[in-house]
T-cell receptor
C-alpha cells in the first residue's frame, strides 16, 4: 500500500471557520492531488501539485487554497468553511515518471462536516 | 461537457455471473489513459485496471478486463465470476495527454452482488 496519511480523518466545524487538511506521503512521489467526493458527482479535482511550491487549480478550486512546502506534505485549506464544502476529501499521489500508467494512489479520505 | 459518462447508477448481478459496467469518454487527444477504480463501503479507492489509448489489446487483470472500443469511445469494465466482495462503487476515469497527470472521474456505478 502506498504510504499516504490524511489528517484529520473526521472533522466537524462551523460555517466561517478556517479548516486545514493535511496529506503526508512517504513515497517521494512528485504529484499530489486533492479531490472531493460528493454523491452524484464522483470525484472532482480541487487542486494539484507537480512539485514543491508548484500548484495549480482543478475544476472546483473556489474557496480552497493549497500549499506544498515539502515533497511529502500537501495542505488543503478552507479559509472560511461553508456548508457546501461538507464532503469527503481524498488526497492522492502519482509517481509521474516516464513509462508509467499515471495511476493515482489514494489516501483513506477525510470526512468534513460544516454546520 | 462531461468527459467521463457512467450511465448506470446501480447494477445487480448474481454471484459467479459476469457483469459489464459501462463507461464512455470524450476527448480530442490522441494520447490518453483510462482507469477503473473500486470503492468498497469502507471508503478507500482501489486501482483496478488501466488501458492506454495506443494499446492494441484489451487490458486484463485477473477477473477484470477492460473492453476498449476506441471508435466508440467506450471503456467498459467486465468482471467475470462475480464475488460478494465485488459489491462496491466503481469509477471510470481518464487522463489526457495535455492535462498534466490529472484524472477526471465519472459519477460511478454501484454494483451489488447477490448470493
Amino acid at each position: 500500500d502506498a504510504g499516504i496519511t490524511q489528517s484529520p480523518r473526521h472533522k466537524v466545524t462551523e460555517t466561517g471557520t478556517p479548516v486545514t487538511l493535511r496529506c503526508h506521503q512517504t513515497e517521494n512521489h512528485r504529484y499530489m492531488y486533492w479531490y472531493r467526493q460528493d454523491p452524484g458527482h464522483g470525484l472532482r479535482l480541487i487542486h494539484y501539485s507537480y512539485g514543491v511550491k508548484d500548484t495549480d487549480k482543478g475544476e472546483v478550486s473556489d474557496g480552497y487554497s493549497v500549499s506544498r512546502s515539502k515533497t511529502e506534505d500537501f495542505l488543503l485549506t478552507l479559509e472560511s468553511a461553508t456548508s457546501s464544502q461538507t464532503s469527503v476529501y481524498f488526497c492522492a499521489i502519482s509517481e509521474g515518471q516516464g513509462g508509467y500508467t499515471g495511476e493515482l494512489f489514494f489516501g483513506e479520505g477525510s470526512r468534513l462536516t460544516v454546520l | 461537457a462531461q468527459k467521463i459518462t457512467q450511465t448506470q447508477p446501480g447494477m445487480f448481478v448474481q454471484e459467479k455471473e459476469a457483469v459489464t459496467l459501462d463507461c464512455t469518454y470524450d476527448t480530442s487527444d490522441q494520447s490518453y489513459g483510462l482507469f477503473w477504480y473500486k470503492q468498497p463501503s469502507s471508503g478507500e479507492m482501489i486501482f483496478l485496471i488501466y488501458q492506454g489509448s495506443y494499446d492494441e489489446q484489451n487490458a486484463t487483470e485477473g477477473r477484470y478486463s477492460l473492453n476498449f472500443q476506441k471508435a466508440r469511445k467506450s471503456a467498459n469494465l467486465v468482471i467475470s465470476a462475480s464475488q460478494l466482495g465485488d459489491s462496491a462503487m466503481y469509477f471510470c476515469a481518464m487522463r489526457e495527454e495535455r492535462s498534466f497527470q490529472k484524472l477526471v472521474f465519472g459519477t460511478g456505478t454501484r454494483l451489488l452482488v447477490s448470493p
